[in-house]
């Protein structure tokens, strides 16, 4: 397994950033619960591009079902990448390269993978266009690119609470002042087009949280809204103060230790085979 990195990347500024928090919600991510609407689409011997790896939990089940083949887990961030190497190491996976790449200049040659995938990554990069058409431009015709990204506005809650209500506003204001699209899941098919990917398959899935998972959702947000690159974006631009997101913190926690506390988050998916 390699770790190399490049030198000449092209950064738009990531909303999240990788404060512990993120990181831990992210982990939870699988090939199950994150890619099983392209699942049919691997198979034993691909090469696969994992864009946006993150700290490599959709990536180990990836080189599972696809080895021998081998599968390039990218990202911007060597610590992140640092983390999804130790993950697939400990997986007891010899079949993934973790290397630093931009979305934008992927730095591979045209037609040299089977299957791109970038899950959530295009809601926070300002030209989702130009990165379908990398992603394409690196896939083999008769490959796959493979993509979803959430829906914010489309996100729905219940019990009521007007501190979730403010999260979203300053979330959707900080991810566009980013030039990101939070809404990017109904926008997948646009984006689609717009790249001149042929006879795009677009789709959707609903995760809801209830009982326990809407707990460590609540405990995940109420922590990244204090402690993230996101917090500090909100204070340094002076859009909340630290009580307000202690506020929101507080909401959050409330809200989860509802017992009919119910969380529904919309995802945008969309399969493409390159001609």
Not at 47 to 71: K, M, Q, Y
Request: glycine residues 10%.
């Amino acid at each position: 397994m390699s770790n190399n990195s490049s030198q000449n990347v092209r950064r738009d500024h990531y909303t999240h950033g990788y404060a512990p928090a993120v990181v831990r919600a992210h982990a939870a991510r699988t090939v199950e619960n994150s890619l099983e609407y392209a699942l049919d689409r691997l198979r034993p011997g691909l090469t696969v591009l994992d864009l946006g790896c993150g700290p490599g939990t959709i990536t180990a089940g990836i080189a599972r079902l696809v080895a021998p083949g081998r599968v390039i887990a990218a990202d911007l961030d060597p610590g992140i990448l640092d983390q999804a190497a130790d993950h697939v190491r400990a997986q007891g996976l010899t079949n993934v390269d973790c290397r630093v790449m931009d979305g934008y200049a992927l730095g591979l040659p045209d037609d040299s993978v089977d299957f791109a995938h970038a899950h959530q990554v295009l809601q926070h990069v300002s030209d989702p266009v130009a990165v379908l058409r990398e992603l394409a431009r690196v896939t083999r015709p008769g490959g796959t690119v493979a993509v979803r990204d959430s829906d914010y506005g489309a996100f729905a809650w219940y019990p009521p609470s007007p501190g979730l209500d403010q999260w979203r506003t300053l979330y959707c204001r900080a991810a566009r002042a980013n030039g990101g699209e939070p809404d990017a899941g109904r926008h997948l098919l646009a984006w689609a087009h717009a790249a001149g990917l042929a006879d795009p398959l677009p789709g959707g899935s609903v995760k809801v949280y209830t009982g326990d998972q809407a707990r460590w959702w609540a405990d995940i947000w109420a922590e990244r809204i204090r402690h993230s690159a996101v917090a500090t974006q909100l204070l340094d631009a002076g859009w909340a103060t630290p009580d307000d997101l202690q506020a929101i913190s507080a909401a959050w926690r409330a809200w989860g230790d509802d017992p009919d506390a119910w969380f529904s988050l919309p995802n945008g998916q969309l399969i493409a085979t390159v001609r």
